[in-house]
């Protein structure tokens, strides 16, 4: 090679530094799972608008909060919350522990496999089956049983992992807004530290953007080491006009964008797209009967009503899995990426 | 000019761009403030050991989380904290609405500038105070009140704007690390809420990295907007051994580094300290009578006892003002910036 020509193409290559540091590839479509319907258009228009610097509706990055809530938006709630199918496997692998839940309720029903029965007790009897499994270990404890459970479970449907039941345009949503300068965070009635040990590998948001409902800890030394200890008493619920209160809480701004599913997360979307400057609430309606589930009104996991008759007067977006989804979950090959 | 001399001068401009698309101005000291003394010696080499690739010592910048005290370890909390000044002003200013605190304590004795009569009630008086002077309000509102009268009050001794008594070596120490990688939180026993609205400006800390203490909030609707409410309820403590609680909480992961001034950090730096791995905890020791404020041992604000004790065992730095700080406080000049 002369150096002429050597030359030449660093000259050439001067160029295309100087023009940006970048390469000039074809733009590839960032949410290719969802149909380019009103929906879709709704949220790139707005991230469009708060993006474009000098224009009125710019909203500098560090303020581009948008809030998730996790079962049902982000990934699947039914046939029960995982939470629900951890905390009765949970119970199962305690039992041997503890003789005197063969007699005592709800346990008692729940280890002879009547999940109606246990829960006859209401919200007292879920109160004691989440104690029982979520306290009495350290944080650093329990997110090893989550982890370790996570690993083997298997949603009752698809025999997918359930880090494998999480919704592929949400992902795609997710990378989107943080190409854009978003922060994500989840806000979940969910328990905050079953979410953190895996929503960094998942979701790509990591522990401290997690909110969700609490027990109380306590920080004591055992053997000289000190541990957190999570106490049988309820900290916070993250629910209803808790978000709100847990998104003061843990971000101390008011987002800009709220994403949901239920009326659980009404407060949510209301106090996000009630501030100044634009903002967008959207709600995910679960109307996909062959991919995934049909539920609103009248169910009793993520029941959405009142969302479903005030989304249109507040200006809400409503989410069809079925006719904005082009894909439900991701490609079954991907799912090893996940663990 | 020919167009050889072209190419020639473009090959320069590749080969500058190919090492690694920067400029070579030579290196400035990212501390300047710090003299180079064991203190600085061992941040410098912690922050070397964690973010080189491929060694034993090598931490991700995901899990680089480094913790901050505020008051004493970030600004000045003498001769009285910051809070408290604000706190006694509140009380001045809401009298003409509460006549009934001439003649009721605490209040009597502040009204009267009898502030040791006020504080004979002990906590309880306290707690009075604090319920009387942030509760009620909005979150909004409250952030408003702040950042008024950050706007107009003066530290008694230097006649500075509070957000001008930071310590300037400290501002250099965030930096730092943020360019590093890490990712900074304060983790305060003063007011988030009264942290939040000048943390960001003031240290690059944003709002949702800020940990302290708190009031319960209510979301309700004021003719039809909802706000969230700052009620006279204590919600958490984020001090001595709550502060690994508060940490657990809003960030969900254990410091590697973290660094105090008092006692009620010691707990903090026993957690940061003692989980596997590379870990660094450092106190800053109030020892300047020149420049400062000397207290550590007896002290009323920042009693630094059992900390000076077990640093050395510990493996903790402990940061004299006197001797490893060059300056203290930013340049007058600057102060403006921060408003």
């Known amino acids: 090679m002369t150096s002429r020509r050597v030359f030449l193409g660093a000259s050439a290559a001067v160029f295309a530094l100087l023009a940006g540091c970048a390469t000039h590839a074809p733009p590839t479509d960032p949410l290719p ?53 951890f905390a009765l496997d949970r119970v199962k692998a305690l039992a041997p522990q503890h003789p005197e839940w063969q007699a005592q309720e709800p346990f008692a029903s729940l280890l002879k496999g009547d999940l109606g029965g246990a829960l006859a007790g209401g919200e007292q009897a879920i109160a004691q089956i989440i104690m029982a499994t979520h306290a009495g270990t350290t944080t650093e404890e329990f997110a090893t049983i989550v982890k370790d459970w996570l690993a083997t479970a298997r949603h009752p449907a698809t025999g997918r992992p359930y880090t494998g039941m999480v919704y592929q345009p949400m992902l795609e949503l997710l990378g989107y807004l943080r190409a854009n300068g978003f922060k994500t965070f989840i806000v979940s009635g969910g328990g905050i530290e079953f979410m953190r040990p895996w929503t960094e590998q998942v979701y790509g948001i990591p522990p401290e953007q997690v909110v969700g409902s609490s027990v109380k800890t306590k920080y004591e030394l055992r053997a000289g080491r000190p541990v957190l200890v999570r106490l049988p008493e309820l900290n916070f619920i993250d629910d209803q006009a808790g978000k709100p209160v847990g998104i003061q809480q843990h971000i101390g701004r008011r987002p800009i964008l709220a994403f949901g599913n239920s009326d659980g997360d009404f407060e949510m979307l209301e106090w996000a797209t009630t501030g100044d400057g634009p903002r967008l609430g959207v709600i995910v309606h679960h109307d996909d009967a062959a991919r995934e589930y049909v539920y609103d009104r009248k169910s009793h996991i993520g029941r959405l009503d009142r969302g479903l008759d005030e989304a249109g007067p507040r200006g809400w977006v409503l989410v069809s899995m079925k006719d904005d989804w082009r894909a439900i979950y991701p490609p079954a090959t991907t799912l090893h990426a996940t663990h």
Do not use: C, H, M
């Not at 258009?41 to 000098?54: N, W």
């Not at 224009?55 to 948008?66: D, K, L, Q």
């Open 33 to 85: 799972s969802w149909n380019d319907g009103a929906a879709r258009q709704s949220i790139v228009a707005f991230v469009g608008k708060v993006t474009r610097e000098g224009t009125a509706g710019y909203v500098p990055p560090a303020e581009r909060i948008a809030v998730f809530d996790n079962d049902g938006t982000l990934w699947s709630e039914q046939p029960v919350y995982v939470q629900l199918a």
